[in-house]
């Protein structure tokens, strides 16, 4: 059975703090994305890694991709408030041939204190 | 540039009435998606349409229906509605990254349907 499983599911942390959200996958799959989602909104891709080894930075968020390992991380350096969200990663689907369709982890609920 | 957008945003439906849910995007992209998202599980693929006039099942099409108007509208059709469907449902579309077997997916803003 094909499995996007995310660690931890809930995350609370403090301003300033460091921490590394975990995904791991069980297809052979070389891409993958993560997305972000504000509560009651929509969701909007953040990183797309396309093989392995790929490294994606923006702001104070940064996505790695081993391939090898079927593991994905999003680590956050010094968390700010505006970070709260729930974050997905995502794999590209065996089924369907190519057209797109993704598999997504159950995300990771995460909480910026001060 | 509206992206994606979904009527309605929201909706109450009684068990055993039926609704069709609406999806446009302007990206001009051929696939287009249905997801529904339920608290601790993700999202889940309903159906998704290749390309304007074909539609395939996803991981949990049953109870659904969907229909590819043309390229830009996919609709969501749920015949006999059941407190099981309460959920968010999400549509995305998505275009082929440059050089690469790799899809972008972008999403609709949602609808949020309540079964009783």
């Known amino acids: 059975e094909l499995k996007v499983e995310q660690n931890p599911l809930f995350l609370s942390m403090q301003e300033g703090k460091n921490y590394t959200i975990y995904c791991n996958y069980s297809?052979?799959?070389?891409?993958l994305y993560w997305y972000r989602q504000d509560p009651g909104k929509s969701l909007e891709s953040l990183f797309v890694?396309?093989?392995?080894?790929a490294v994606k930075q923006e702001g104070r968020l940064m996505a790695s991709l081993d391939t090898k390992a079927r593991l994905s991380t999003l680590h956050i350096t010094a968390a700010v408030h505006d970070l709260s969200a729930t974050y997905f990663c995502?794999?590209?689907?065996?089924?369907?041939?190519?057209?797109?369709?993704?598999?997504f982890g159950k995300g990771t609920k995460l909480s910026v204190k001060p | 540039n509206a992206g994606v957008t979904q009527t309605p945003k929201f909706q109450v439906l009684k068990t055993g009435q039926s609704m069709t849910l609406q999806c446009a995007q302007d990206?001009?992209?051929?696939?287009m998606y249905w997801y529904r998202q339920d608290p601790g599980m993700g999202l889940r693929l309903i159906y998704y349409?290749?390309?304007?006039?074909?539609?395939d099942k996803g991981e949990v099409p049953n109870g659904y229906n969907v229909s590819r108007l043309n390229k830009r509208e996919f609709s969501l059709r749920l015949e006999s509605a059941a407190p099981s469907q309460t959920s968010v449902y999400f549509c995305?579309?998505?275009?082929?990254?440059?050089?690469?077997?790799?899809?972008?997916?972008?999403f609709g803003p949602g609808t949020r349907l309540t079964v009783t």
């Open positions: 995305a579309s998505s275009e082929r990254l440059a050089g690469w077997n790799s899809y972008e997916q972008y």
């Open positions: 297809t052979t799959s070389d891409r």
């Open positions: 890694l396309l093989s392995n080894g």
């Open positions: 995502a794999v590209d689907s065996p089924y369907g041939g190519s057209q797109g369709n993704l598999i």
């Open positions: 990206m001009n992209h051929n696939s």
């Open positions: 349409s290749a390309s304007e006039g074909t539609t």
